[in-house]
């Protein structure tokens, strides 16, 4: 969810104390190739949710009594929550609450923030339940690989995991399950919860006072959008989402259903580049002459290759790869169909129906 409200809260300093959580969940999810839904306050003070399985409130700091209490509800009713940072620590006047006001779901109570100022202000992660199916995954248990902290000795068997992000410190409260410890102290003398599990009602809920989404946007690594990614499937008690890609990194993938006429619109972009993603956001500016170069110009197109498209929604009989009008053939799944797009230039679309 993008909150306005919160927006307002911190005014310019929006994108690094807000956004940058935003859109580190977003970036997680975009590279996966789920579904994605952005929503606002207004959809939760509508209680609209209809076809939302799993909520995402990535440190939404303002949430009225209102959106509170549908989220409650929503979750109470069998869906997920991954929330993070001071998520519910306003409500709609922009006054300050003494808890979260979703405490009873994350099973904790918070004690103290801090924002993120550097990239020398790392988090440790300790791992203290790795075969919990968030965090039995070899993305995350790979990086616990120590032989660097000790290059004239055998290497210990786990070590810290650092993280680049703003934290929130919060004391457990029972009924929720800590899943990784989290300390800002170089020897690790001090250590807080830094990611729960819980289950509240019939839904699930993953809590974040490490705060990964913003390490997501700031400074990326693979376990940490993995540990997003299985905290989202978790929540959603493994129930998979109706449409996705398998597709690399630079793919990006939106999906659109056109229920009157049984249809999936699936849009394909190969956002590979010749000239770098990073040279978008460079600024250089040459004395007297208003230039902010350089100007990103495509070159070139690499092709990607054999995507995999996976709908798992009833009725569906044929499948073509747009402009090319190309006809894909169907293989049934146990659970759908599948469809390969052998080649993918800039951009394509697959229409399902």
């Not at 509170?68 to 979750?75: A, G, K, P, S």
Request: aromatic share 8%; with cysteine; glycine share 6%.
């Amino acid at each position: 969810m993008a909150s306005e409200q919160t927006r307002l809260l911190l005014g310019k300093d929006t994108l690094p104390k807000y956004f940058s959580h935003t859109l580190g969940a977003f970036r997680a999810v975009l590279e996966r190739h789920w579904p994605v839904r952005v929503m606002s306050e207004y959809d939760l003070e509508n209680a609209d949710l209809q076809g939302i399985r799993v909520l995402v409130l990535p440190d939404v700091r303002v949430l009225s009594d209102r959106s509170t209490e549908v989220v409650r509800r929503f979750v109470k009713a069998g869906a997920g929550l991954v929330a993070s940072g001071g998520t519910g620590l306003f409500d709609a006047n922009l006054t300050r609450r003494t808890n979260f006001s979703l405490a009873d779901l994350f099973h904790a109570d918070y004690v103290a923030s801090h924002e993120l100022k550097s990239r020398e202000e790392a988090v440790s992660l300790w791992l203290a339940s790795p075969d919990h199916p968030i965090l039995h995954d070899p993305a995350i248990t790979g990086q616990e690989k120590t032989a660097w902290r000790n290059p004239t000795g055998p290497p210990a068997d786990r070590g810290w995991l650092e993280l680049v992000a703003g934290w929130t410190a919060v004391k457990a409260t029972s009924g929720g399950q800590v899943l990784a410890l989290m300390s800002t102290n170089e020897n690790q003398a001090t250590v807080s919860p830094g990611l729960l599990a819980s289950s509240y009602g019939r839904g699930r809920v993953v809590y974040l006072p490490a705060e990964l989404d913003q390490a997501m946007f700031f400074y990326p690594n693979t376990y940490i959008s993995a540990m997003l990614l299985n905290a989202m499937k978790w929540v959603a008690q493994d129930v998979p989402p109706p449409v996705e890609v398998d597709g690399p990194l630079v793919l990006a993938t939106t999906f659109r259903r056109q229920s009157l006429q049984n249809r999936v619109v699936v849009h394909l972009l190969n956002d590979q580049s010749s000239y770098g993603r990073h040279s978008i956001y460079q600024k250089l500016q040459l004395p007297g002459q208003g230039l902010t170069g350089p100007w990103a110009v495509r070159r070139e197109v690499i092709p990607l290759h054999d995507i995999k498209v996976h709908c798992r929604i009833p009725g569906i009989t044929k499948a073509r790869q747009q402009p090319e009008n190309m006809d894909l053939p169907l293989t049934k799944t146990s659970d759908g169909i599948e469809v390969t797009v052998p080649r993918l230039e800039m951009y394509s679309l697959v229409v399902l129906e």
